[in-house]
């Protein structure tokens, strides 16, 4: 069985400063990850994913995640928080083996004080 | 090009009466999937399905659920005598096909209210 942890359900940064969203994936198998940022009133969209290549993934929006096996974890940084990246953000893994579902973690609500 | 559609965008209903969920995928995606986000579970897995083979129906969480898919294309999730905790916005998804590489693109979903 699969399973996501974010750390942090709502994190608050200031305009410019760095943002970390926090990730653990647990996963039986090499997993593929992927974070997923939702606006309000809006559907799920793809910012970046891992599938074994790169463990350095660079997304849109000036997002990247760096995939580290040793630690289980995949988490999302950004140099500059902009305040239009005020959104939630999702962290999911899925299992090709299991049908390509994906098991999301909780999320985390990111505020961009001016 | 069109992406994932959903009708309705909100629904209300009355607990006990059925309601169907409709989903228009990105045109020549293979694989659709439902998921359901609410309050107090996060984002769930419900069902999906892959061209012309079953579905997987190992999400839904109760037999009042079900879901068809049609000619490969439009799917259409529905919930029988509905209760309160069915209050949830349900997402559909489509992916080109069914490896796990593949990105999901997510329609803005259902939000679901049952009174």
């Known amino acids: 069985a699969q399973s996501v942890t974010q750390l942090g359900s709502h994190v608050s940064v200031s305009e410019g400063a760095l943002v970390l969203l926090r990730c653990n994936y647990s996963?039986?198998?090499?997993?593929?990850l992927f974070w997923y940022v939702q606006y309000p009133n809006q559907g799920l969209q793809l910012l970046l994913k891992?599938?074994?290549?790169?463990?350095l993934v660079k997304g849109i929006n000036g997002f990247e995640a760096e995939f580290k096996k040793s630690e289980t974890s995949f988490h999302l940084t950004k140099p500059s928080a902009h305040m239009s990246d005020a959104a939630e953000y999702f962290c999911?893994?899925?299992?090709?083996?299991?049908?390509?579902?994906?098991?999301f973690g909780g999320g985390t609500r990111l505020m961009v004080k001016p | 090009g069109a992406g994932v559609s959903q009708s309705p965008s909100n629904k209300v209903t009355e607990k006990g009466k059925d309601v169907e969920l409709r989903c228009d995928p990105i045109?020549?995606?293979?694989?659709l999937y439902w998921y359901r986000q609410s309050l107090g579970q996060g984002l769930e897995f419900l069902i999906y399905?892959?061209?012309?083979?079953?579905?997987?129906k190992s999400g839904l969480p109760s037999d009042r659920f079900s879901a068809e898919r049609t000619g490969g294309s439009v799917s259409t999730l529905t919930i029988q005598r509905t209760q309160q905790e069915d209050s949830a916005v349900y997402l559909c998804?489509?992916?080109?096909?069914?490896?796990?590489?593949?990105?999901?693109?997510f329609g803005p979903g259902t939000r679901l209210t049952v009174t």
């Open positions: 998804a489509s992916s080109l096909d069914f490896s796990g590489t593949g990105e999901q693109y």
């Open positions: 996963s039986s198998v090499p997993p593929y």
């Open positions: 891992y599938t074994s290549a790169a463990t």
């Open positions: 999911a893994v899925s299992d090709n083996n299991a049908g390509n579902m994906l098991t």
């Open positions: 045109s020549g995606h293979t694989a």
């Open positions: 399905f892959q061209g012309n083979s079953a579905p997987d």
